[in-house]
Antibody
Framework: EVQLVESGGGLVQPGGSLRLSCAASGFTFSSYDMHWVRQATGKGLEWVSGIGVAGDTYYPGSVKGRFTISRENAKNSLYLQMNSLRAGDTAVYYC????????????WGQGTLVTVSS | SYELTQPPSVSVSPGQTASITCSGDKLGDKYACWYHQKPGQSPVLIIYQDTKRPSGIPERFSGSNSGNTATLTISGTQAMDEADYYCQAWDSNTVVFGGGTKLTVL
């Protein structure tokens, strides 16, 4: 059974840092592109970052330079290092897998809540 | 930056056909995906590559994409289909989601 389990969320002050993790199981992690998607309360989905099987990384302008996505295939784990956090980064953060570009995000984790507040 | 536009809400009667649109510049030249999300749950992929359904997704869900508009069609809509629906596409090296459409079945 495919499982994606996020962890590492919590309360952080503006300007602070946080590292999210996503533990994958039930599939060959190294063969899939992986993504982080966030959702503020009552709002829509916002893509935050993606990483390909070759380690190539992608970001939207809103987080580029502040967030870093990485993967550790030996540990079946995906990470998101978030720096210079702002109130607008407050959201539930989901990890999701994609078999290849345009194949859709077919499995999602349950999400982890990040709250940026003083 | 690339944008995908969806109507904020769509209403449909049970058993009828619901259509949810997603508009973007030359969207038909890209692949569109669709997700639904029920309150308190994670999104679920229901259509990928414009028209394909993942295993386990009912046949009443179908998709099309041409010109500037992708459309999700739900035939014989059921009460359980009430949810938020999001379209998604890749543009260059970024992923874009539409703003979401709340489908009400009444």
């Amino acid at each position: 059974e495919v499982q994606l389990v996020e962890s590492g969320g919590g309360l952080v002050q503006p300007g602070g840092s946080l590292r999210l993790s996503c533990a994958a199981s039930g599939f060959t992690f190294s063969s899939y592109d992986m993504h982080w998607v966030r959702q503020a309360t009552g709002k829509g989905l916002e893509w935050v970052s993606g990483i390909g099987v070759a380690g190539d990384t992608y970001y939207p302008g809103s987080v580029k330079g502040r967030f870093t996505i990485s993967r550790e295939n030996a540990k079946n784990s995906l990470y998101l290092q978030m720096n210079s956090l702002r109130a607008g980064d407050t959201a539930v953060y989901y990890c999701a897998r994609e078999e290849r570009r345009n194949s859709g995000f077919d499995y999602w984790g349950q999400g982890t809540l990040v709250t940026v507040s003083s | 930056s690339y944008e995908l536009t969806q109507p904020p809400s769509v209403s449909v009667s049970p058993g009828q056909t619901a259509s949810i649109t997603c508009s973007g510049d030359k969207l038909g030249d890209k692949y569109a995906c669709w997700y639904h999300q029920k309150p308190g749950q994670s999104p679920v992929l229901i259509i990928y590559q414009d028209t394909k359904r993942p295993s386990g997704i009912p046949e009443r869900f179908s998709g099309s994409n041409s010109g500037n508009t992708a459309t999700l069609t739900i035939s014989g809509t059921q009460a359980m289909d009430e949810a938020d629906y999001y379209c998604q596409a890749w543009d260059s090296n970024t992923v874009v989601f539409g703003g979401g459409t709340k489908l009400t079945v009444l």
